[in-house]
């Protein structure tokens, strides 16, 4: 008895290491650890070329290049396709389950033994039971032109500890841009891939972190400013909730800031019960944050996903700054 607890309290020590040992993955399939945490703003700010990159000679351009912590990952995307492209790939025997890596066919086209550059080659991750796929999260593909001469792709990470971490990015003349960060855990009770957190970027300056089932946060480089009540208004009247723009993260913080004011108004006036507004905003974002999540980080899927929960936030928050008023008004 002795033995099994000192066995239990060093596996309560060592946790981390107890519990990596749970997905067995060949490295060749797992994808790159740098994944498992991203700071976009400082990856952004890496990643992005000087204004005069094109006129620079190669090697100068090169070194520019390596300064981007993504053009110096060691983990070989392109020899994964080869790997998979002919059929799906086990990487993890469970209990009952098991954790595939595979193609669409529509992208197995790719003469991959030609050394040619892969297009598309989407891969995805799937968790399978009794040959019957229960669930799946596209992980990564390769360069997919967009527009104005900028492509897409995305990239991945699988840690030992069953957690998994996608970050699609955007390259342009300009540089290389993430866009969406996912995050991942692997229920095997439920044969699910629960997404846990992801941060966009719109590239307007505002990063949207966002953690289930209840947490709707703004990351913004620039002050919080006061809106104008024309603009406002403006605003408001030509909501689109297919599209993006940037007044709505005014639009935001006006009717965020507005609600901490009535609620502090209101535990002012009342001193047996408080309101809070941390429990008050959980609640509100948690029905929002129930809209399906973008695929992928294309703007033509991030933007319609953000617009929607920015829209269901705003009509929450004026719902709630109107029961307050009523309140403060007997």
Not at 8 to 34: M, N, V, W
Not at 97 to 114: A, R, V
Not at 220 to 246: F, G, R, V
Not at 249 to 270: F, G
Request: hydrophobic share 35%; aromatic share 14%.
């Amino acid at each position: 008895m002795k033995y099994l607890h000192y066995l239990a309290s060093l596996c309560l020590l060592f946790s981390t290491y107890c519990y990596s040992q749970h997905y067995q993955i060949e490295d060749k399939y797992r994808g790159a650890p740098f994944f498992r945490k991203i700071d976009m703003n400082k990856l952004e700010k890496d990643c992005t070329y000087l204004p005069n990159y094109l006129q620079l000679s190669d090697s100068k351009q090169e070194k520019i290049r390596k300064l981007c912590p993504l053009n110096n990952l060691k983990f070989d995307f392109r020899g994964l396709y080869k790997f998979i492209y002919k059929k799906p790939v086990i990487l993890y025997n469970g209990k009952g389950f098991q954790l595939t890596l595979g193609m669409f066919k529509d992208n197995q086209d790719n003469n991959i033994e030609s050394g040619a550059t892969i297009y598309g080659g989407n891969i995805f991750l799937s968790i399978v039971k009794n040959n019957i796929v229960k669930d799946q999260i596209f992980l990564a593909d390769n360069y997919i032109y967009l527009f104005n001469f900028a492509v897409g792709f995305q990239r991945y990470f699988i840690s030992p500890e069953g957690e998994v971490y996608t970050l699609y990015l955007i390259e342009t003349e300009e540089g290389i841009f993430p866009m969406l960060w996912k995050h991942y855990k692997i229920d095997n009770q439920k044969m699910k891939f629960v997404l846990q957190d992801m941060l966009v970027n719109v590239k307007d300056g505002e990063l949207y972190q966002i953690i289930y089932p209840n947490q709707f946060n703004v990351i913004s480089n620039q002050p919080i400013t006061k809106i104008d009540p024309q603009k406002l208004k403006s605003c408001e009247d030509n909501y689109n909730k297919d599209e993006y723009h940037h007044c709505y993260i005014d639009v935001y913080n006006h009717y965020n800031n507005r609600l901490k004011q009535k609620i502090n108004l209101l535990n002012k006036k009342n001193n047996t019960i408080k309101k809070s507004y941390l429990k008050l905003q959980k609640k509100m974002a948690s029905s929002c944050l129930e809209l399906p999540p973008p695929v992928s980080g294309n703007r033509r899927k991030t933007d319609p996903y953000l617009s929607k929960v920015m829209f269901c936030l705003i009509q929450n928050y004026k719902q709630e700054i109107t029961n307050i008023e009523k309140q403060l008004a007997h």
